[in-house]
């Protein structure tokens, strides 16, 4: 079978680069180097100046100086050369730079995208002013051959850097916040667009970003998120960019400039702060809400890349067909009796869904919206709500403890069956793809859901 596309530039330019590195003993014995700046034992890089990897041969792996003593490395001993934004901490590059900024001006020489200019060292003190090294050897020719092609070769040029998370990919790069919105976005957009996922692993509320998230974030085109104040890292992050002109798209705070009724909910306390009321966050589990979000998010899409929009309008509608599905096999669900308790208050929109306008009266929450434990003094109202509501089940998540709904069953004095009903705050990565997850799981998890109610509500 023959490799994809992807795949075959990635095995080039490991070629490639297997060769510059054989070619670099060549480079430090003619005494050549790249422009840099040297400052407090660093190699600092100019704001057009983005990315490096190779390295150089030699025995000694400290920064000597030239002769006359004016303190410029040479560019001697073995390192290999990574990449930061800022600074590295080395004394050697190789000759395999990807360079781009601002306009050339007399302290910005003229580098261009995936051009290389290899000077004779030692490097001038401002390590902007630079001799040009012209070559006659056939294998200084060769060096810079497979500098050409290893720019041909890299996806979109400058953006395919070491430590870039997005893979250097030229398509649309849309990062989404949660797992619903990831598979729904990625069901509508792929393969015109790369679309990844922030919180996989950790929910929401627990989700610390990491440099390499933040990286992610940096580098894309367009950002879903839910809003509502679901995402509280978000706006920090996005000030910790600097990317002002990066558009955000809020599903849920978009649902409610459109008029959609969402659910709401009274003030609570977490993590020792009052909130006042407002609007419950765990929209992508109501159907009606989901369907929605596919126009919100799809719109946008077209918005971002319109040559792409009879394609990305085909696969909404394909979405839209699923979701059908799973609100005809909620409809029985509404003709049922009994209440549900459940140990997180996230289910008022997949139990209106499935119950109707009174699903307010069909779900007991043990414990509030964001988690915090319920009051001591509640309990026993909570087992009379129980008696009166005529509680059919319980519901745990995944992964969480039945303890307290063993508690409330044990005050019952009845047995009643245990549930497992899944808020899609967390799934399991994609072992293929980083930040991704299969666009099938939101609908294999809804579907289970709606399986598990039908288990123990019958008409």
Not at 146 to 167: H, K, M, N, Q
Not at 240 to 269: H, N, W
């Amino acid at each position: 079978m023959l490799p994809s596309y992807r795949g075959w530039t990635q095995q080039v330019r490991a070629g490639i680069m297997r060769i510059t590195s054989y070619y670099c003993t060549a480079i430090r014995r003619a005494d050549m180097a790249l422009s840099c700046r040297w400052t407090n034992g660093q190699i600092e890089r100019s704001g057009w100046l983005i990315g490096a990897s190779g390295s150089l041969s030699g025995d000694d792996k400290r920064p000597s100086t030239d002769e006359a003593g004016s303190g410029v490395p040479r560019n001697n001993g073995t390192e290999t050369y990574r990449g930061n934004p800022r600074t590295v901490e080395s004394n050697s590059l190789c000759f395999n730079y990807l360079c781009r900024g601002p306009r050339p001006s007399a302290k910005n020489p003229a580098w261009r995208t995936g051009k290389v200019r290899l000077i004779r060292n030692p490097v001038s003190t401002d390590g902007l002013e630079v001799e040009k090294q012209e070559s006659r050897t056939l294998a200084n020719w060769l060096a810079l051959g497979f500098i050409v092609l290893y720019g041909l070769t890299a996806s979109g040029c400058v953006r395919r850097l070491e430590g870039d998370p997005w893979g250097g990919t030229t398509k649309l790069r849309v990062l989404v916040t949660i797992v619903p919105w990831h598979c729904l976005t990625a069901a509508i957009a792929e393969p015109e667009a790369d679309v990844r996922c922030l919180c996989i692993t950790n929910g929401p509320h627990e989700f610390q970003p990491t440099a390499e998230e933040a990286r992610l974030l940096n580098g894309a085109d367009l950002v879903i998120a839910n809003g509502l104040g679901l995402e509280g890292f978000l706006v920090p992050m996005l000030r910790g960019s600097g990317r002002k002109d990066l558009p955000v798209l809020r599903v849920a705070e978009e649902m409610s400039s459109r008029g959609a009724a969402l659910i709401e909910v009274p003030g609570y306390e977490h993590e020792g702060h009052r909130h006042g009321p407002g609007n419950d966050p765990h929209v992508w589990l109501g159907l009606p809400e989901a369907e929605l979000a596919v126009e919100i998010i799809c719109e946008r899409l077209c918005q971002a890349r319109p040559e792409h929009k009879e394609l990305f309008e085909q696969r909404r509608n394909e979405v839209r067909q699923r979701l059908a599905n799973l609100r005809r096999l909620a409809e029985p669900l509404a003709q049922t009796r009994g209440a549900l308790v459940t140990a997180h208050d996230a289910f008022r929109y997949l139990a209106r869904s499935a119950f109707g306008p009174a699903y307010d009266q069909r779900v007991i929450p043990v414990r509030g919206l964001h988690g915090e434990e319920l009051a001591a003094a509640d309990f026993d109202k909570l087992v009379m709500e129980c008696r009166r509501k005529q509680v059919r089940a319980f519901a745990k998540e995944p992964g969480s403890s039945p303890v307290i709904l063993h508690r409330i069953q044990e005050s019952l004095g009845e047995k009643l069956p245990v549930i497992e009903l899944d808020p899609l705050e967390t799934a399991e990565p994609d072992p293929q793809r980083r930040f991704y997850v299969s666009p099938d799981w939101y609908f294999q998890v809804m579907e289970k859901n709606l399986r598990q109610l039908q288990e123990v509500f019958r008409p």
